[in-house]
């Protein structure tokens, strides 16, 4: 059982690129939500999703996309990315709120030069 | 605007200390609070406390929630160089929002 997989580890991007960080989750959880955290700001929400199909934004959207075409997959787009983007992201899945808590992939880091 | 603080943000203390770490809350439609504990990777989950005053425990480590003073205790007994970690509270909200809310953590540091 491998629990949340997050692609890559480690990404060093310029300026303006685009890039996909990918998510997958084998436990068959309907939530999965992708968060960044920062040095002294904790986790921000970036996106969610409650099932296939249904996304939405969280604290802090702005610069990137999200799809939820199956339940395991749940992609982050940077579309154009930016300094400021520079971050640890974390994708997280659980059943569900209030039933069970949010188990964490092991993040990816992010430099944008 | 929903708001979870922690306290102290950092800590240093010495092996068999007790430490205790804090965090109250301001969340519209409070629905439960978590503890997790961070390492060099992913946040694993401590604890979810959703009922005040009910002492949650596991080894060494227990928590509570008061929800008429909207604050959470995390306290560490006898402590080990392994409970080194920044430790998280987040509050999640009721009204099938499915959203955490984060502190910016308390990073504790156990020294031998």
């Known amino acids: 059982n491998a629990g949340v997989t997050q692609t890559p580890k480690f990404q060093v991007l310029k300026t303006g690129q685009s890039m996909t960080l990918q998510c997958a989750q084998d436990m068959n959880h309907e939530y999965m939500s992708w968060y960044r955290q920062d040095p002294g700001m904790g986790l921000r929400l970036i996106h969610y999703?409650?099932?296939?199909?249904?996304?939405d934004q969280g604290e802090v959207p702005n610069g990137y996309n999200v799809s939820r075409s199956t339940t395991e997959d749940f992609p982050l787009r940077l579309l154009s990315a930016a300094p400021s983007q520079t971050s640890v992201y974390f994708c997280a899945s659980s059943y569900g709120q209030g039933i069970q808590p949010q188990h964490f992939g092991d993040g990816t880091r992010l430099s944008i030069l | 605007e929903d708001k979870v603080v922690q306290s102290p943000l950092s800590l240093v203390v010495h092996e068999g200390d007790t430490v205790t770490l804090n965090c109250s809350y301001e969340?519209?439609?409070?629905?439960?609070l978590l503890w997790y504990k961070q390492e060099k990777k992913a946040p694993t989950f401590l604890f979810m406390l959703t009922s005040s005053g009910i002492e949650k425990k596991s080894g060494r480590l227990s928590s509570i929630l008061d929800k008429k003073e909207l604050f959470s205790i995390l306290n560490i007994t006898a402590t080990q160089t392994g409970d080194s970690a920044i430790y998280l509270c987040?509050?999640?909200?009721?009204?099938?929002?499915?959203?955490?809310?984060f502190g910016k953590g308390t990073k504790l540091t156990v020294n031998p």
């Open positions: 969340v519209t439609n409070f629905r439960s």
């Open positions: 999703s409650v099932g296939a199909g249904i996304t």
């Open positions: 987040a509050v999640e909200r009721q009204g099938g929002s499915e959203k955490l809310v």
